[in-house]
């Protein structure tokens, strides 16, 4: 054997990989605005309001009239890597319903941030209070009673005001809200019968009613004119080409009815918001000419497919999917926004492709 050798390379303490790791889950408000959103719809709620300050960078607050949770559930839900949504990798070959299952979201937030939780189970008798927790850069900081209504609320104050060097890089504060209104809008459309507002600096942005009607949904985030131009599209079994997807349902704009940012596209795989190539494309490529060049019309549009064709466990911060077979995908996604617009009489007829 050698003997030891002075060497650079050093183990990183506790703090420093946590603070790392947070960067990669957390890279702006908009991704914890994300991760407590999804936590929220995990929770079953039938209500999400989501309130931020100066972008979220001073304040993000997402409250919930979900299941809840009990003292120890608060404890135990901040530690890492913690979670009652899977239990091993089983769970996740076998296709995951949540939205979350690696359980880092609220450990990593509260490291590079102050969090407030305060929980209270559905099933709490009327005496039962709830518990309130703070947790600063990682730390439990206070455990108490606390009343409060059913459901969950959590509080994220001064992001990254322990990480300097992140908290340099976060753009102006309309930017930042720009991100977080995109997350917001994105899980309002996908959940029409959960009740979702936004509130910036005291303004409500905009606010669905939960009432289930995806139309109603358009319009309370995008207002009345957009929300009239959209027609449905409904398309499964033998309306569609060959392919993975088993149906194409949704809505989408009048040709006319459109903005030079791909933003409006809101497309989803199995419930997930996601962007796909193959989709856009086959979206683009059914509006043909009809829509200049660098517009984009609005869309909201949801993909099944069998659990097995896609991987879920892709990192936090990726949207991206890929399939197996973009082509069909393509040519399935363009066929189904092909029919509705020809029905609604809003394409010119087109010579068919290959
Ligand atoms: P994950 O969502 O991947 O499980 P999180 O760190 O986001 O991990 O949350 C950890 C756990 O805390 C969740 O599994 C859930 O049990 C609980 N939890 C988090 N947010 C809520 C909420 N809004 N309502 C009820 N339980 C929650
Ligand atoms: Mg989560």
Known sequence: DEP??????????????????AGEVVERPASAVKELVENSLDADADSVDVTVEEGGTELIRVADDGRGMGEADVRAAVREHTTSKIEGLEDLESGVATLGFRGEALHTIGSVSRVTIESRPRDADETGAGTKLTYEGGEVTGVEPTGCPEGTIVEVEDLFYNTPARRKFLKTTATEFAHVNRVVTRYALANPDVAVSLTHDDREVFATTGQGDLQAAVMAVYGREVASAMIPVEADGDDLPPGPLESVSGLVSHPETNRSSPEYLATYVNGRAVTADAVREGIMGAYGAQLGGDRYPFVTLFLEVPGEAVDVNVHPRKREVRFDDDDSVRRQVDAAVESALLEHGLLRSRAPRG
């Open 4 to 21: 030891p050798q002075e060497t650079e390379i050093r183990q990183l303490d506790e703090d420093t990989v946590a603070r790392i790791a």
